[in-house]
């Protein structure tokens, strides 16, 4: 006999880091019931033959990602045909831009309800609680990350929608090999972000093999930008040292000098976001891909923004619990095969990166000649 629970909470909390989204997640009196996708259902996607464009839904969509993300497909796809979705109340900047809509991806009826008046064929799955809160609020996060994903993967399914879904550089463990990290390896994250999305990655794929579903995923590196602030993830200090180096001159860092990381700039992510949902099904080798643009330590960011603001000082307060973190992630991305199966190619690199972000913040009266 299926087992139903119901449960009714309210959680508000905000999260940056390698996935960069803001969340809160509110639940009241949502059932939880098992549901059976039946093997015959032939669940095949919408083909652009069948619609000029396709219907972009996003969950998460307040988060950092979602409303660059829909900027990028409004002016691809026209404004009305990308839906913005979050259970918080949008800026009057997002609201105004183009369709939101409330969503909840606790309810299911409410997600159901949203793809078929809406005519979705396209949905972009960002809502997840991400490292370092997850770890403080395991409950929650298994309920959002493993549960939340659920409902998606069989509204999904049922509805025959392409989906993506974002994987993370927290996918991987210490086990796994870092410098480089292939796509296919050992992975034994040891945070529950983590383990959620190798849950993700595998029950995408096992949807994929078995029901048909077009299903997607990019493991994206630490994601830089300067339109938000950062909010206590392990990547986060390669965003808070942009905003401190303008403001006071200095920056203290809680991850060692020599602690590499993969990184990529926010444009760069959500052009391959885009590319990787356009490129056509017969080219994908595989369902997850790595993608990568730049690798770089505390001390080489540090280097390269002291040729734009000599002054800068950086000093170091090791937090214990991140650098486990770090130290447990990939030195590296290997993306080969996302770079030969369709064409992924990164524009930024380091010093593009540090120009780009201190133009952002305006800095300009602040930078020093570079000869």
Known sequence: ?????????????????????????????????????????????????????????????????????????????????????????????????GPFIYSDILDYKNLREIVVNNRITWLVHYSALLSAVGEANVSLARDVNITGLHNILDIAAEHGLRLFVPSTIGAFGPSSPRNPTPDLCIQRPRTIYGVSKVHAELMGEYYHHRYGLDFRCLRYPGIISADSQPGGGTTDYAVQIFHDAVKTGKFECNLRPDTRLPMMYITDCLRATLEMMEAPA?????????????????????HELRKLLPGLEVSYHIDPVRQAIADSWPMNFDDSNARKDWSWKHDYDLPELVQTMLNFIGSDSRIASAN
Request: with cysteine; aromatic share 8%; hydrophobic share 35%.
């Open 1 to 97: 006999m299926a087992r139903a629970l119901s449960k009714s909470v309210r959680y508000t909390f905000r999260t940056h880091g390698c996935g960069c989204e803001s969340l809160s997640v509110s639940v009241r009196s949502i059932t939880f019931s098992p549901r059976q996708v039946t093997s015959d259902a032939g669940f095949h996607s919408v083909s652009f033959s069948e619609t000029d464009h396709p219907k972009v839904l996003i969950t998460g969509g307040l988060g950092q990602l979602g409303v660059g993300l829909a900027k990028m497909l409004r002016r691809q796809f026209g404004k009305n045909n990308v839906i913005l979705s979050d259970i918080r109340k949008p800026p009057s900047d997002v609201y105004h831009n």
């Open 282 to 302: 017969e080219v994908l080798s595989m369902r997850t891909y790595n993608i990568n643009a730049m690798s770089f330590t505390p001390e080489e960011l540090a």
